[in-house]
Structures are given as structure tokens and as C-alpha cells.
């Protein structure tokens, strides 16, 4: 059982179109992170929240922590294809040495 | 980007034989960290490394050995290949310390089959 379950895992849309992913455990983080992953390639940081209730905005992305810091979630607005890619939640355990990743949400995005 | 370099790239190799996979890092981070990743479980932790000689084991680590004898490279060794280790492996560096913000680099990852 992983400690972090994303969903939707996968979500096909039209470009213009809102979405949101979330990110849920049953377990406390001192940090939550989202990585975003294209194919052939290592995932690669977005953003980090590190306050419980903390929102973050990237553009058109915006990020949030949950209060209790056991969530997450990702809203994107007005989605382009160029947001298409795998989009994985991540937290720090073990006073931040251990860096464990949800089950991933796939993201196609077409004209 | 991070130096982070995975070697091999791809390998196919036949159920039963040891295989190790190196992960060569020029940032003198000191953590270092084996996932695989299999569609629908995004990425699993295999062992991670705190420094050299110093290992610990993630939540998929039965069938898996690791070895750092340097601060630059974290090796994994599949000891007698299963088909169920098919899959594409990612190292990643960190240097926590205790920050809370800390970030991941990876590498290029390897594709790895177990005919």
C-alpha cells in the first residue's frame, strides 16, 4: 500500500479546459512536492509546499496544502497541450532524508 | 541539469542472472535514491543512501541490494533477475540536511527487461 494515492490516475481534456489533481494520505509530511515527468525522462520538480493551508501559484497552476498537511492538490486552468505528462505528488518522511511518490496522474491534454 | 548519469541506459537480460545498474552522480550530494516506476504506481522507493557505506531499505526492497562505497556512485543489484523486476529504474540525488524544501534531481533512468 503507498502511502500517497493520487487521483484521477489518468484524465484526457481539451485544451481550455480546468482541471484538478489530488494527492490524499493517511500520513503527516513535513513537505509535499510535484514533480512533473515526461517520457524518457526523470521527473522534475514544480513546486514545494511546506505550510499547512499554504497555496502556490505557477502561471496557470496552482498548488495547495491541506491544513492537517496530509493532502494536496494541483488545479490547472485553461490546460494546454504543452501541460500533457505524468504529474506525481511527492512527500518527505524521516526528517527529510525519505522522499516517497503518489501513484501518479497521467494528463493528456488536445487541441 | 543535475550530473546525474544512469548506466546502462536499456539492458535485457534472461530470469535468474545478477544484474547491476550504476548511478553516478558530480554534485557531491549526500543522499542518494533507487525507485522503479510501473505504470499505475507512479514511483517506489528500492533503498535510498544517507552516505557512503550507509544504506537503508524502501518500501520495494526484497530481491534488491545496493552499495556505495563512494560519495559519486550508488549501485543496485538485482541478485537473481525475476520477470516482476521489469520495469524503468530512476536514481535521484538529494542534500536534505533539514530543509524542508529540499529537491530530487534524476537521472535519465534505465529500461530494464527480464526475459
Known amino acids: 500500500t503507498q502511502l500517497l494515492e493520487q487521483s484521477p490516475q489518468f484524465l484526457s481534456i481539451q485544451e481550455g479546459e480546468n482541471l484538478t489533481v489530488y494527492c490524499n494520505s493517511s500520513?503527516?509530511?513535513?513537505?509535499l512536492q510535484w514533480y512533473r515527468q515526461e517520457p524518457g525522462e526523470g521527473p522534475v520538480l514544480l513546486v514545494t509546499v511546506v505550510t499547512g493551508g499554504e497555496v502556490k501559484k505557477l502561471k496557470r497552476l496552482t498548488f495547495q496544502f491541506g491544513d492537517a498537511r496530509k493532502d494536496s492538490s494541483l488545479h490547472i486552468t485553461a490546460a494546454q497541450p504543452g501541460d500533457t505528462g505524468l504529474y506525481l505528488c511527492a512527500g518527505w518522511t524521516g526528517t527529510a532524508s525519505k522522499l516517497t511518490f503518489g501513484t501518479g496522474t497521467r494528463l493528456q491534454v488536445t487541441l | 541539469d543535475a550530473g546525474i548519469t544512469q548506466s546502462p541506459r536499456h539492458k535485457v537480460t534472461e530470469t535468474g542472472t545478477p544484474v547491476t545498474l550504476r548511478c553516478h552522480q558530480t554534485?557531491?550530494?549526500?543522499?542518494m535514491y533507487w525507485y522503479r516506476q510501473d505504470p499505475g504506481h507512479g514511483l517506489r522507493l528500492i533503498h535510498y543512501s544517507y552516505g557512503v557505506k550507509d544504506t537503508d531499505k524502501g518500501e520495494v526492497s526484497d530481491g534488491y541490494s545496493v552499495s556505495r562505497s563512494k560519495t559519486e556512485d550508488f549501485l543496485l543489484t538485482l541478485e537473481s533477475a525475476t520477470s516482476s523486476q521489469t520495469s524503468v529504474y530512476f536514481c535521484?540525488?538529494?542534500?536534505?540536511?533539514?530543509?524542508?524544501?529540499?529537491?530530487?534531481?534524476f537521472g535519465q533512468g534505465t529500461r530494464l527487461t527480464v526475459v
Open positions: 554534485e557531491n550530494h549526500r543522499y
Open positions: 500520513s503527516v509530511f513535513s513537505s
Open positions: 535521484a540525488i538529494s542534500d536534505p540536511g533539514l530543509k524542508r524544501n529540499t529537491e530530487a534531481f
